[in-house]
C-alpha cells in the first residue's frame, strides 16, 4: 500500500519493479536500491517510491554540473551547431513569457544559478533564487545580491511581491509536489506567473526508472497539480524541448479548469504498460547481444543515464573500452571509470558501438555523425 499525495489515495501494486536491486538516478549515478513506480489511473499519474533520504541526497550526493561555474548539458546538435541545455531553455521561456523591465523572477531550483545568469545578460530584471541546499551559494554570490537567494525555504518577505517564478527539473525529484507549488503561490503577486519544465516520460523513456524522480507528469496530472495549487493553466507544450513537458500557469482567485477525454486517459493507461513492458524486457536483450559480441572491442556512445543503464546490465570486465560523447565539457573526464572522448577519436579497431541515448532519436543522431558512414561497425540500439 502507497500514498500518493498528489492525488490523496492509496496505490496498492507497483506497475513496475527492477528484477534486482540496482536503480540510477538523474546524475547516472548506479545505487543499491529497489525501483518500484506505480500507476494512478485517476490522474494519469506515474509515481516511484521514495527509498533515498532526500535531505541527505540533496545537500551531499546531488550535484548537477558543479565541477566548473559554466558546465552545461548538451541539448542536441541542430544544423551542425550544438545547443546547451540552459540557452534552449531560456529561449522557449522567452516565446512563452512576456518579460518586462524590472520584473521580479524568481527560480525555483536554482541549482548554479546558470538560467537567471543568462536571462539577466538582455533583460533589465530583478533576480531571486532558491534551493534546498548550500551547495551552489559561491556561485551564486560571483552574480547575485545575497539579500535575494534563499536556501531551504522561501523568504517570508517574498509574499505576494513575484511577477514569475520558473522551475526547471524539480517537480520530479519532490515527494508533495503540491505543497511546493502552494508555497510557490504565496509569493506571487495576482496574476503572477509559473513556469514549469520537468521530464517527459511518454516520450523519454528513461524517466520511467529513474529512482530520484519521484513524480512522472503526464499532461493530466501535470494540469491537475496547477489547478489544485490555485493557478489556471494557460499553456502546456510537449513538443518544443525534446523530452519535457513545460506548462505555464497564472494566478487567479477563480480559475478555470480543463477537463481531458476518455481518449486522453486511454493513451497513458495503454503507455504505461508498453513502458513497464520494455524495461522488463530490455536487460535481456542487452545481455545476448554482449554474449554474441564479447570478444570485440567495443566503445559506448553517450555520457549519461542510458549508458549507466547499458553497463549495469553487462558484466563488470566487459569489453567496453571507452565512451564517446560530442558535449566538449566531459571530454578528459571519466565517466563509470572510463575516459570520455569526443566523436573524432573513435579508434578503427572498434567493432562494436552500444548507443546510450534515448531510443527515440537515437538512429537519427548516428545517422547524422560522419564518422560512421559506411562504417562496419556493429551498431546496438536501445529500442
Excluded at 61 to 70: A, H, L, Q, R, T
Excluded at 131 to 144: A, S
Excluded at 205 to 228: G, M, P, R, V
Aim: glycine share 2%; with cysteine; charged share 25%.
Amino acid at each position: 500500500m502507497f500514498y500518493n499525495p498528489l492525488s490523496k489515495k492509496y496505490l496498492s501494486t507497483p506497475i513496475y519493479t527492477n528484477s534486482d536491486n540496482f536503480s540510477i538516478t538523474s546524475i547516472s549515478n548506479l545505487i543499491n536500491a529497489k525501483t518500484e513506480v506505480y500507476y494512478d489511473k485517476e490522474i494519469a499519474h506515474l509515481y516511484t517510491k521514495e527509498t533515498l533520504n532526500s535531505k541527505e541526497y540533496y545537500d551531499n550526493e546531488y550535484k548537477v554540473d558543479i565541477e566548473s561555474e559554466d558546465k552545461d548539458s548538451l541539448y542536441g546538435i541542430i544544423n551542425g551547431e550544438k545547443i546547451y541545455r540552459t540557452q534552449y531553455q531560456l529561449d522557449i521561456f522567452s516565446e512563452k513569457v512576456e518579460i518586462k523591465n524590472d520584473m521580479k523572477i524568481l527560480d525555483y531550483g536554482s541549482a548554479k544559478g546558470l538560467f537567471l545568469k543568462k536571462l539577466i545578460e538582455k533583460n533589465s530584471i530583478k533576480p531571486y533564487l532558491f534551493d534546498i541546499t548550500t551547495k551552489y551559494k559561491e556561485f551564486w554570490l560571483k552574480t547575485f545580491n545575497q539579500e535575494n537567494c534563499s536556501f531551504y525555504n522561501l523568504k517570508d518577505e517574498w509574499k505576494n511581491s513575484l511577477d514569475i517564478v520558473t522551475s526547471f527539473y524539480v517537480f520530479e525529484h519532490v515527494k508533495d509536489p503540491l505543497t511546493e507549488l502552494k508555497n510557490i503561490y504565496q509569493v506571487l503577486k495576482e496574476d503572477g506567473i509559473v513556469y514549469i519544465q520537468v521530464p517527459n516520460v511518454y516520450n523519454h523513456i528513461a524517466d520511467f526508472i529513474c529512482i530520484d524522480h519521484l513524480h512522472h507528469y503526464s499532461k493530466i496530472s501535470l494540469t491537475h497539480l496547477l489547478n489544485q495549487s490555485g493557478f489556471e493553466v494557460i499553456n502546456i507544450d510537449d513538443n518544443s524541448y525534446e523530452g519535457a513537458l513545460i506548462i505555464v500557469g497564472q494566478k487567479r482567485t477563480n480559475i478555470k479548469t480543463y477537463n481531458f477525454s476518455e481518449e486522453d486517459y486511454s493513451f497513458y493507461d495503454i503507455k504505461v504498460i508498453e513502458m513497464s513492458e520494455y524495461w522488463q524486457s530490455l536487460s535481456n536483450k542487452i545481455n545476448k547481444f554482449y554474449t554474441q559480441n564479447s570478444t570485440k572491442k567495443a566503445a559506448l556512445y553517450g555520457a549519461g543515464f542510458y549508458s549507466t543503464y547499458i553497463l549495469s546490465r553487462l558484466p563488470e570486465k566487459n569489453n567496453i573500452t571507452y565512451v564517446i560523447d560530442q558535449n566538449p565539457h566531459l571530454h578528459s573526464q571519466k565517466f563509470n571509470n572510463l575516459n570520455v572522448l569526443p566523436i573524432d577519436k573513435i579508434s578503427d579497431d572498434i567493432e562494436i558501438l552500444y548507443v546510450g541515448l534515448n531510443p527515440k532519436m537515437a538512429k537519427e543522431i548516428i545517422k547524422n555523425i560522419k564518422q560512421f558512414d559506411n562504417s562496419n561497425i556493429n551498431i546496438f540500439y536501445l529500442d
